[in-house]
Nanobody, 119 residues
Framework: QVQFVESGGGLVQPGGSLRLSCAAS????????MAWYRQDPGKERELVAHIDTTGRRKRYSDSVKGRFIISRDNAQKRVYLQMNSLKSEDTAVYYC????????????WGQGTQVTVSS
């Protein structure tokens, strides 16, 4: 079955860095764009970064542009999010997902990984 397993979150000071990793399985990974989303309690889940199937085209939300880098390894079926210059407002649970699954209305989200930016 489809699975997304996120890891790499933790507590980091403002200005620090983290690298999130996501292992995907249960579908033809190479055929799907992938994305990272984040959600703070009481807020809507928001798109943070998007990468196409080849890994060449990437898009970022304005709030993370210039600080975060999304990448993927199709052979390993993994997606990564390198987060630099972290701010307190980046605190959230981070999820990876295939945007097409979201468009289809499928609810196959993983457990996410908590990122807390605090001094």
């Amino acid at each position: 079955q489809v699975q997304f397993v996120e890891s790499g979150g933790g507590l980091v000071q403002p200005g620090g860095s983290l690298r999130l990793s996501c292992a995907a399985s249960g579908f033809i990974f190479n055929n799907f764009d992938m994305a990272w989303y984040r959600q703070d309690p009481g807020k809507e889940r928001e798109l943070v970064a998007h990468i196409d199937t080849t890994g060449r085209r990437k898009r970022y939300s304005d709030s993370v542009k210039g600080r975060f880098i999304i990448s993927r390894d199709n052979a390993q079926k993994r997606v990564y999010l390198q987060m630099n210059s972290l701010k307190s407002e980046d605190t959230a649970v981070y999820y990876c997902y295939a945007p097409q699954f979201k468009n289809w209305g499928k609810d196959l989200w993983g457990q996410g990984t908590q990122v807390t930016v605090s001094s």
